[in-house]
């Protein structure tokens, strides 16, 4: 009898694991944690193009929002879904862990690429009178309190995190410092054109978006030197603040992916960033190449992770 269920057993299992599609079958989901039309929008759509102008798979590609609690929603999804579906991350993932605002780490998931990287920028209202990086940081550092900064969709991410590192180097303490927390860029610009914050932390491509609607001013950027197709926005070095900060993007699978489908989807993601339509993506957003394969993402997640940690536990 226990023979006979035995059998059975083994019967109904791979039963079960034979009807249950290949990867190159099925339709593929990709969760952005967030709203649509922000970073992480834009890397999932970037991706979904150059797949589809490559001809790379030949089934649908879905792209869904799940928003909520800075990104932490979406990634608790993906965890619920099978091996067809990912999720577009950043270093968000590491900081919500590491200031408490979540229970999930990288260790979670398994880490897939990093596709891109940005940079960090300051923005101003048009008609403030904060001419320079230094002029805010002149401010900041005699009554930070009158000079809250804005950051969305989280405390604790490089938006802030970043802008403290900087004014570290002006002797101005991250706990003096008032930032702003705003669910998403239209909330963050409004308030800045309200005057309710004097300045914004947030993406360089972000920052170049509201630029260009002239209601902004870029007056520093966290590159190592001047971007190409931003002549005249100062980097944060040549003004005194010797800090360099990447903002990458990447993505990440379902905890338990096989090494198969670990593979399957590293192949996938190294095809789109080897294709010139990856490079047409990078220049239109403003990114940088900044790509890592499965294994170097993990190793980028746990040096991150360390670098984070004590960038936090400075004073």
């Known amino acids: 009898m226990k023979q006979l269920l035995l059998l059975v057993l083994i019967f109904f299992t791979a039963g079960c694991a034979a009807s249950s599609p290949p990867l190159e079958e099925k339709e593929l989901t990709f969760i952005v944690p967030g709203s649509p039309n922000g970073g ?54 590491l900081t919500n ?7 999930l780490q990288y260790e979670d998931f398994t880490p897939l690429a990093t596709m891109a990287s940005e940079w960090q920028a300051v923005i101003v209202s048009s008609d403030s009178s904060i001419q320079s990086i230094n002029d805010l940081m002149d401010k900041l550092k005699t009554e930070p309190g009158r000079y809250p900064i804005g950051i969305e969709p989280q405390f604790g991410n490089d938006d802030q995190i970043a802008f403290a590192q900087a004014a570290r180097t002006k002797s101005i303490s991250a706990a003096s410092l008032r930032f702003f927390r705003y669910p998403d860029g239209k909330a963050l610009l409004k308030a800045l054109q309200n005057g309710k914050i004097a300045a914004a932390s947030l993406s360089s491509s972000q920052s170049e978006d509201f630029a260009a609607n002239g209601n902004v001013r870029i007056i520093a950027i966290s590159s190592p030197k001047r971007l190409g197709h931003l002549p005249d926005v100062p980097t944060w070095k040549e003004q005194g603040i010797n800090v360099v900060f990447p903002h990458w993007r990447g993505v990440m699978g379902p905890g338990d992916l096989t090494e198969a489908e670990r593979k399957w989807w590293g192949e996938l993601l190294n095809a789109v960033q080897s294709s010139p339509y990856w490079k047409e993506e990078l220049k239109k957003n403003h990114w940088t190449h900044f790509y890592r394969n499965s294994e170097d993402t993990e190793a980028l997640l746990r040096s991150d992770t360390k670098k984070y940690r004590y960038i936090m536990n400075q004073k």
């Not at 929603?73 to 270093?91: K, P, Q, V, Y």
């Not at 590491?98 to 229970?103: K, M, Q, T, V, Y």
């Open 40 to 93: 992480w929008d834009a890397l999932a759509k970037s991706i979904k193009t150059v797949i589809e102008r490559e001809q790379l798979i030949k089934q649908p590609i879905h792209i869904v929002y799940e928003e909520g609690d800075g990104g932490n929603d979406g990634w608790a999804r993906l965890n619920e879904e099978d091996s067809s579906t990912i999720a577009i991350n950043s270093s968000l993932l």
């Open 97 to 103: 862990n590491l200031l408490g605002h979540s229970n």
